[in-house]
Each structure stands twice: as C-alpha cells, then as structure tokens.
C-alpha cells in the first residue's frame, strides 16, 4: 500500500536550517506531483511547497526565498530545504500526493523554531 514517511524535524533556533525528507513506497513516484503541507497549533493546515513531475516548483508567499523543495526520483523521496527559520514556521510538516482522486498524507515531523 501507498505509505510516506517524514522525517528531518526538530528544534532549532531563529534563523537556522533544517532538511525535510519523506520518502514514498507503493506509488510510482515519478509520475506525482508532491507537496508540503503543515499545521501550526490551533490553526487549519495550510499549504508550503509542490513540486510537480516536470520540476517545477510554486511556494507560498510565506516561504518563497526561504524554502526550497526538491525531489529524487531515484530515491522515492521528496525534500524540503528550510532556511532562515522564523518562529512562525512552527508546525507539523506533512508531505502528500493525489492520485486516482486519493490523497495521500504522512504522519507529519514536528518543526520547532525557538526565538
């Protein structure tokens, strides 16, 4: 079955980096476009980042210039390159995928960014 998983969270302080990596199995990975979502407390889950299969990337005006998404297909795995760190970058981070009107969601990283 479709699985993804997350991973590269943590806790970091203002201004740092961190990596998100989620790797994908039971789907053909280079035929879907891949997102980033994520949710902070008390708030609805907003979208990050999609990278589609022609590597083209969009980014929400809240990241743009901060964040970068990338893929490997090879690999099965999406990632998403996380910079200048704000603590309202605080959230779950899920990545997701559609297909055959599904869609698929992992269980999410914690990111904590510290002021």
């Known amino acids: 079955q479709v699985q993804l998983v997350e991973s590269g969270g943590g806790l970091v302080q203002a201004g740092g980096s961190l990596r998100l990596s989620c790797a994908a199995s039971?789907?053909?990975?280079?035929?879907?476009?891949m997102a980033w979502y994520r949710q902070a407390p008390g708030k609805q889950r907003e979208w990050v980042s999609t990278?589609?299969?022609?590597?083209?990337?969009n980014y929400a005006d809240s990241v743009k210039g901060r964040f970068t998404i990338s893929r490997d297909n090879g690999k099965n795995t999406v990632y998403l390159q996380m910079n200048s760190l704000k603590p309202e970058d605080t959230a779950v981070y899920y990545c997701t995928f559609n297909s055959g009107g599904l869609a698929y969601w992992g269980q999410g990283t914690q990111v904590t960014v510290s002021s």
């Open positions: 990278i589609d299969i022609r590597y083209i990337t």
């Open positions: 039971g789907t053909i990975f280079r035929l879907n476009t």
